[in-house]
T-cell receptor, first 114, second 116 residues
Framework: NAGVMQNPRHLVRRRGQEARLRCSPM?????VYWYRQLPEEGLKFMVY????????ESGMPKERFSAEFPKEGPSILRIQQVVRGDSAAYFC????????????FGSGTQLSVL | AQKITQTQPGMFVQEKEAVTLDCTYD???????LFWYKQPSSGEMIFLIY??????QNATEGRYSLNFQKARKSTNLVISASQLGDSAMYFC?????????????FGKGTRLSVIA
C-alpha cells in the first residue's frame, strides 16, 4: 500500500514564476492537509481539503496561493508569482477522516526560489 | 485554538540511555489528541505515538512512551535505550476533537543528538 506521494521532491523557480506541487494521498484517504516548514521551524498548517471541497484554508495566504483536490487526480498546491520568502519545504498529509487518527505525511517538496 | 510549546531547542543523550523530550499544550477543547512525530535529516515525518485526552493509561509504543499529565497539560516523550538512529528532530502536535476533523498544530520541535 503506497504511502502519501509528493512530487516533485525538489522544485526550483525564479521569482515571478508559478510553482505547482502535487500530492497523491494514501489509497482510501479522502482528507488532505498541506503544511509549510521553514528551516529549523515546526510545520505550519496551510489548508485542509476533502474531495472537491476546501474545508479550512485559514493558514493559507490570501494572495498567490491556491489549493484544490479534484474528484480525480492528486491534490495541487499552486503558488503564483513566487517570491524568495516562499522558499520552504511543503508537506502534504492525508487521513481517512474517521476520528482522531494520525496524519500520514509525504516526503515533502523543497521549493527554492532564486 | 490550540498551542504547542516545546522549550528544548536541542538535547543530547548518550547511546543506550533514556531521554525525555518536553511538550506542553494549551487548548479549549474538552476532547483532543496528542501526537509525536520524528523528522530525520532526510526530511520525512514519521509518526511515533498517540495519546487521547481521555486515555487513562500512558501510551507506549516499543521504546517510546508518553508521560501524560492532563492537569499540567503536558505530554512528554520518553525514549528508552537511545540509539544513534534516534538522532532527529522531534515534533509534538495536537488536534482538537470537539468539532470534527481539525488540522494538527505543531510545536517548534526539539533536535535530539545521540552520542556514541
Amino acid at each position: 500500500n503506497a504511502g502519501v506521494m509528493q512530487n516533485p521532491r525538489h522544485l526550483v523557480r525564479r521569482r515571478g514564476q508559478e510553482a505547482r506541487l502535487r500530492c497523491s494521498p494514501m489509497k482510501g484517504h479522502s482528507h488532505v492537509y498541506w503544511y509549510r516548514q521553514l528551516p529549523e521551524e515546526g510545520l505550519k498548517f496551510m489548508v485542509y481539503l476533502q474531495k472537491e471541497n476546501i474545508i479550512d484554508e485559514s493558514g493559507m495566504p490570501k494572495e498567490r496561493f491556491s489549493a484544490e483536490f479534484p474528484k480525480e487526480g492528486p491534490s495541487i498546491l499552486r503558488i503564483q508569482q513566487v517570491v524568495r520568502g516562499d522558499s520552504a519545504a511543503y508537506f502534504c498529509a492525508s487521513s481517512p477522516g474517521q476520528g482522531p487518527e494520525k496524519l500520514f505525511f509525504g516526503s515533502g517538496t523543497q521549493l527554492s526560489v532564486l | 485554538a490550540q498551542k504547542i510549546t516545546q522549550t528544548q531547542p536541542g538535547m543530547f543523550v548518550q547511546e543506550k540511555e533514556a531521554v525525555t523530550l518536553d511538550c506542553t499544550y494549551d487548548t479549549s477543547d474538552q476532547s483532543y489528541g496528542l501526537f509525536w512525530y520524528k523528522q530525520p535529516s532526510s526530511g520525512e515525518m514519521i509518526f511515533l505515538i498517540y495519546q487521547g485526552s481521555y486515555d487513562e493509561q500512558n501510551a507506549t509504543e516499543g521504546r517510546y512512551s508518553l508521560n501524560f499529565q492532563k492537569a499540567r497539560k503536558s505530554t512528554n516523550l520518553v525514549i528508552s535505550a537511545s540509539q544513534l538512529g534516534d538522532s532527529a528532530m522531534y515534533f509534538c502536535a495536537m488536534r482538537g476533537l470537539n468539532s470534527g476533523n481539525t488540522p494538527l498544530v505543531f510545536g517548534k520541535g526539539t533536535r535530539l543528538s545521540v552520542i556514541a
